[in-house]
């Protein structure tokens, strides 16, 4: 396949000598859209069918909890995982795959909705922070393209990163690139996921020349931090080579000290300095090896107030329990979590109205479950939130 604007003698040529034949244009190329044009619905639209005849496929209605739970984590949200190492998907194609899959948990069928006793915010947090652990689906997309992005930064002599440069960052890396006039999708993709590497990366000092002093993380051990102080005295351009004594190896601490804050100055002297002053070493920071990984790259996207891990839940429970409990301080100050009062309460009257489980006794205080409220101010764990204590009442 060739561009358009190439002759079709030359085409023609060109095809006979390397012996391949000519097509007008490749649907897919290893799995992946040849050709991405304006509508990015249509392209990924395969992703979407590939879901919805997987969750077709299935009955629901003979899977457990558990049975469910590995369905989705080890097929439908593997599913897409290969596109989005390259590509980043849109926004409402993320959102229908995790509609379709919240109503296969929750057991909706074709003919029936049943209630979502919780948001997919919820269900996406570990299971140590109340939720279940399933993906969010756009958040991990940025994620798996950070690893694209840091492996281009870490690799400036691959094909990829050649090419890539040679196009839209000639004269600087990666992390200091700009999305360019017309650029294709695919550099688009990166440059989504450019920021989040650019703040979870950091430096192991060893020359200096690499690493800019006001800008870049390079203060400290295993987690290297960016300077506490702002300096208005210092030039932008300043790297660390000019901080260290050529002959000793050693940093230079009476310009340290003269240049910088108490509390800068010990962290910058207490960090390690090796005698040899071998190349810098980019590392991210949030893992203790200092290897980049998708999963703390997942975590620390969550962790931004773009895509806050705060549950909304999808009822208007908790709005009414907020107005009972009166006081929106004690939600801000207090650890303990209100969707996961909501789960126990739900879980436990869904168990107890199927009839699997009997027993009515709350286990966040030890009393019974009161009959036919709505809400029950007894437990002395909820009291103040309002928590949902429904029994089946039959």
């Known amino acids: 396949m060739t561009s ?3 002759n ?40 979407q069918e590939r879901v919805l005849q997987k969750l077709k496929g299935w009955k629901e209605r003979m899977l457990s909890r558990a049975g469910k739970e590995i369905l989705i984590k080890a097929i439908i949200q593997a599913i897409p995982t290969y596109v989005m190492c390259c590509f980043l998907l849109p926004k409402g194609i993320c959102e229908d795959i995790e509609q379709k899959t919240a109503r296969f948990w929750w057991g909706s069928g074709d003919g029936e909705q049943k209630t979502h006793w919780a948001s997919w915010d919820l269900l996406t947090k570990s299971k140590e922070h109340g939720g279940i652990g399933f993906r969010s689906l756009y958040t991990f997309n940025l994620a798996m393209l950070s690893k694209q992005v840091w492996r281009l930064l870490l690799n400036p002599d691959s094909i ?3 090419l890539l440069r040679a196009k839209y960052f000639p004269r600087t890396d ?101 005698v040899r002053l071998p190349v810098d070493k980019r590392i991210w920071v949030h893992t203790k090896s ?11 996207i969550k962790s931004t107030p773009s895509d806050s891990d705060v549950a ?20 801000q100050e207090s650890n303990i979590s209100v969707e996961g009062l909501y789960g126990h309460a739900t879980d436990k ?29 007894e437990c002395t764990l909820s009291k103040g939130f309002g928590t949902l204590a429904v029994t089946n009442g039959s």
């Open 8 to 47: 079709l003698n030359i085409r023609t040529t060109l095809g006979q000598q390397l012996g391949v034949p000519q097509v007008d244009q490749h649907d897919r190329y290893l799995g992946l859209p040849a050709l991405i044009g304006k509508s990015k619905k249509v392209a990924f639209k395969a992703i």
């Open 349 to 377: 009257i869904e168990l107890v109205s199927t009839r699997i489980f009997t027993d009515t006794i709350c286990h966040l205080c030890g009393k019974p479950l009161k009959l036919f409220h709505i809400y029950s101010f």
């Open 174 to 274: 990666i992390l200091h690139a700009n999305v360019g006039y017309q650029p294709s999708f695919l550099w688009r993709s990166l440059m989504a996921s450019k920021e989040f590497v650019k703040n979870g990366s950091g430096w192991r000092v060893g020359n200096g020349t690499n690493i800019n002093v006001l800008h870049d993380r390079w203060i400290g051990g295993p987690a290297p931090r960016r300077l506490k102080r702002t300096y208005y005295n210092i030039p932008e351009t300043l790297t660390v080579n000019e901080l260290i004594n050529s002959e000793s190896g050693q940093w230079d601490m009476e310009r340290i000290n003269q240049i910088f804050e108490r509390e800068d100055a010990d962290d910058i002297l207490a960090t390690h300095l090796s």
């Open 160 to 162: 990829a990163a050649q």
């Open 312 to 331: 909304r839940p999808s009822t208007s429970y908790k709005n009414t329990a907020g107005n009972a409990c009166g006081n929106s301080d004690f939600f």
């Open 290 to 300: 200092g290897e980049f990984s998708v999963r703390s790259c997942y975590y620390l």
């Open 4 to 6: 358009a604007n190439i």
